[in-house]
Every structure is written in structure tokens, then in C-alpha cells.
């Protein structure tokens, strides 16, 4: 087929779907992840140019149609096996570079990853925090090693953008030794902290840390992979979102943390540090 048959097809059938919809082009083009101006070129046929994979993959997805059908290759709308699963459930078990988690981060290299941590984020902790956390958690040590290291060389590529943000009282019930970390040495929380104040130094602007008040805010620990997926930690599983419109959700929602912040991102190793010096009792 030629290429503006193709882009002619798409066109209408682009057009179908927004009638049906009952939406108007701003909630459409938010529904499948693009803004106004993009969805109007494409429909406009302006260009022969087709929308990215990604794009394709959100709009078949989020109206319930085939790739097949939207493309104008076929005149059957139902959806095929093409169309990934709006939800999975991947176990947290194994070899971190054998996981679907570390695929997901290569897949999303060159877009913006969000996350939120369950506690220390995890490419910012030593062997002795990882030692001790395995321990408890009866998670193997290698497992974790492994996992903390693929996550610093990842924020070390050029095109990597993460943003993390969690509660500072966290970092500060850490720095006291409290919780699951009464039994972590002082030394040992000192050496943490001074190091996730080293690493947030070297690493920033690839990687930003803000810290909010978790008194006034809440947050599950989860994953926002670009606009592929998001993973929500639940212990020894994630449940993992692939449709548009959750992870639009909980992005919004990732934003609204930042927003929140009271230790921004520039601040963030100088208040780590800051902890790393406070008195604690042995």
C-alpha cells in the first residue's frame, strides 16, 4: 500500500474514533497521550507522516480497536493478540538483569522514569544498608547488589532523566536509627548517608531527589516508566500498568509530590549530608 493510501486510511479512521469518543480534540489527544497540536496535524493530513509505534499502540489500545484496523489494513476492528495487556503481575524474585524490571528501564532509556521508593532508593544504598535490608527481608544479597549497581550505571548514561521523590521523614527515621533500622550500626547509617549525599552530588542532573512531608502526603512505592508502563511495588510482586490513562494518573500524581517538596532536588545532598553529621545515640 502506498504510504499516503496508509496515512489517508489512518486519517479516517483517527477521525471515526474521535467522533465515537463523544470527547473533544484536547481530551482525546490527552486520553492517548499526545497534545493538541500533534493530533490536529494528524488529522489535518497535512503530512503523510505517521504517529510513533507508542502512539499507535495507546490509541488501539485505549479505544478497544486493532492496530490492524486503525492502520486500514483490515476491516475488522476487534482487537488481536497485538494489543499488549493493560495490567501484569511480574514477581521480584531472581536476578535483577533478568527481570522484566530491568527491560523496562532499558525500554524507557531516553525518557523520564518517576519514582517513588519504598525506603532507601536503591541505587543510592551501601553493601553494609543492603547487607543488613536482605537480612530482614530474606532477599538475596547478590540479587540486590546487582540490582544497585545496573541502577547506577543506567543514571549514569547521558540520556537518562529519573526523577525520585519520597517522604523526608524516611531519610530522617533512618538517620535515628528507628524502625526496621534499629539494629543498623550508627557508623553504618553515617557511612550510608554521606554516601547518598556523594552519589546525589555526582549523579544530579541525570538523577534529582525531592523529599516532601509525609505528614501532609501519601504515596504507594511505584515505577512510572516513561509513557510505557508504571510498576507499583507490592512486596514480592508488581502489578504493572501498561494503559494510558493509569499512568497518566499516577504521573499527575507523581507530580503533584514534587510539587510538594520542601527539600528540592539542589538541596537534596546538602540535607543528607546534614543528617550524616547530626548526634546520634550509640
Known sequence: MDKRDLSTLFRERLKTLLARSDLNQSAFATAVGIDRSALSQLLSGSSTRLPRAETLLNIAAEFKVSLDWLLGLSHDEGVTGEIRESLEIEEALGSFDRTLLARWHAEAAGTKIRYVPAGLPDLLRTESVVDYEAGIANRSREAQIGETQYRID???????????????????????????????????????????????????????????????????????????????????????????????????????????ADINAHEAASFTHSLAEMRFDP
Open 154 to 260: 543506567y543514571t549514569r548514561r547521558p540520556e537518562t532523566d529519573m526523577e525520585v521523590c519520597m517522604p523526608r521523614h524516611t531519610l530522617e527515621i533512618f538517620a535515628r536509627g528507628l524502625g526496621v533500622w534499629s539494629g543498623l550500626p550508627v557508623s553504618d547509617r553515617r557511612e550510608q548517608l554521606h554516601h547518598m549525599a556523594t552519589l546525589l552530588d555526582d549523579l544530579y542532573p541525570t538523577f534529582r531527589l525531592f523529599l516532601y512531608d509525609g505528614r501532609m502526603r501519601y504515596s504507594i512505592p511505584y515505577t512510572i516508566f516513561g509513557p510505557y508502563r508504571a510498576a507499583i511495588y507490592a512486596g514480592d510482586m508488581y502489578i504493572v500498568l501498561n494503559a494510558t490513562q493509569p499512568i497518566q494518573r499516577l504521573t499527575r500524581h507523581f507530580d503533584n509530590l514534587i510539587r510538594a
